[in-house]
């Protein structure tokens, strides 16, 4: 797990937006997404449950 994508993880729980946090952290939305769905399989747990226009935490995100 690198920093970077904790950052990314942080700016995407903080917008609650995918599209939003690549803004932000100026990358592109597919990477982003592409850098969550990692992180999300090396920890083996669903962080986010991916509305059609907003983000919210799991527990397991909430957690992390």
Do not use: C
């Amino acid at each position: 797990m690198e920093l970077r994508v904790l950052r990314y993880y942080l700016a995407v729980a903080r917008e609650e937006s995918i599209t939003g946090a690549a803004k932000l952290l100026h990358v592109t939305q597919p990477t982003l997404s592409k850098q969550l769905m990692d992180l999300e399989e090396e920890l083996g747990k669903l962080l986010f449950v991916r509305g059609s226009r907003k983000i919210t935490l799991t527990d397991d995100g909430v957690f992390l």
